[in-house]
């Protein structure tokens, strides 16, 4: 039987730039999207159908905002998922599922999960408080992460030598072997209810080198087939095995000796999948849309190669932001600026991204050079 998608409203929790690309994309499906955030000048805020403010980690808040929702989903993993089981327990559609939401909210049950399903990850140490991290110094070099609430590079710390040991975290987290990788790639999957499945081909990673951000992305990676198949079908298999409803991007380690690792997942649209909104057939954003609502999948090749650059506030400027050098970079071909509605601008915060077309992969990486020192977002 046909699903009327337009009679279903969907509520996302979050209404940041991840939200404000998913609307953009429900528009043209005539899907009335509400949005719960804290902030009362979020960027979904002008667009959404219907915008509430409030804790997106407050029981009764969620659950209140449900109550008027179709399907719920997510575009920030820090939420309730107690008052998310509440509503889907009740008959609300909640993608991804929230027992899965609260498995991925915890970076010491993700890595348990990989453990116990055989998915290639980097060895690690679960440890509960700083002394243990002092007590497994032999493990170094180490990657110390919280266990929660750490996100853009926040809650990671790099112990190369016990000199760096004073750095690790005083609260529950994980000791993950420091990995000599060749390359960063991400694959995005997604899946629906039907049980459809798509992987979209994988990305190359560029993070900025001490804000621990995604700085740019080249689509696709300067990888084998061999590799290219290989991290797909690892993506596949960790979607498969959390049996999630929804989008996953998968963050891989591509070692010396060709192995593919995981190291961490999001279950939402991604940094990893900005350029997909004109690079691909289908957008991560539409994508996600057409899984959590039950649609059919749509194509995620590539049309064309591409790059992405992140546009991140300058370091040393807090206030209303001022775009410099927007006109230059616009009158390129194949320059697609995306501003995400943040009107104050803060040091490394995401301000936006701008997307670059071009048939030769050498050239992207000049030109997304090039783009990244045109652009300046200051106060």
């Known amino acids: ?35 719960l955030d804290p902030d009362a000048n979020a960027p979904c805020r002008a667009i959404a159908h219907q915008f509430t403010q409030g804790a997106l980690t407050d029981f009764d808040t969620v659950y209140a905002f449900g109550q008027a929702c179709d399907v719920i989903t997510i575009e920030i993993e820090n939420v309730n998922t107690e008052a998310l089981q509440k509503l889907a327990e009740e008959g609300k559609e909640v993608f991804p599922q929230p027992h899965l939401i609260k498995l991925i909210q915890d970076k010491r049950e993700q890595k348990q999960f990989y453990k116990e399903k055989g998915i290639p990850t980097a060895e690690f140490i679960l440890t509960a408080n700083k002394q243990e991290v002092l007590d497994n110094a032999d493990f170094l070099p180490a990657v110390n992460k919280l266990g929660k609430e750490g996100y853009d590079g926040r809650g990671v710390q790099l112990l190369r030598t016990a000199a760096d040991l004073d750095k690790a975290f005083e609260a529950p987290g994980l000791l993950e072997k420091l990995i000599d990788f060749e390359k960063e790639l991400a694959v995005i999957v997604a899946r629906n209810k039907r049980g459809e499945l798509i992987a979209y081909p994988a990305v190359e990673c560029a993070f900025h080198p001490t804000a621990n951000l995604v700085e740019f992305l080249f689509a696709p990676a300067a990888v084998s087939t061999e590799i290219e198949a290989k991290a797909k079908e690892v993506a596949l298999n960790v979607i498969e095995s959390l049996d999630l409803v929804g989008i996953l991007a998968v963050e891989l380690f591509v070692t010396k000796s060709e192995e593919i690792l995981v190291n961490e997942i999001a279950p939402r649209p991604h940094n990893s999948g900005h350029h997909t909104i004109e690079a691909n057939f289908t957008s991560q954003f539409e994508q996600h849309l057409r899984a959590v609502m039950n649609m059919p999948l749509g194509n995620p090749e590539l049309r064309c190669p591409a790059a992405m650059v992140n546009l991140l506030g300058e370091d040393g400027f807090i206030g209303d932001a001022i775009v410099e050098g927007l006109d230059e970079a616009m009158a390129e071909k194949g320059v697609y600026v995306h501003l995400y509605g943040k009107k104050i601008t803060k040091p490394f915060r995401k301000m936006g991204h701008v997307t670059l077309l071009d048939e030769e992969l050498g050239q992207l990486k000049r030109r997304a050079i090039e783009i990244k020192e045109k652009i300046k977002i200051k106060a």
Do not use: F, P, W
């Not at 279903?8 to 043209?28: C, D, E, H, P, W």
């Open 1 to 35: 039987m046909q699903e009327n998608y337009q009679q279903k409203t969907l509520g996302i929790l979050g209404g940041g730039q991840l939200g404000r690309m998913v609307i953009q994309s429900a528009i043209n499906y005539n899907i009335d999207i509400h949005i």
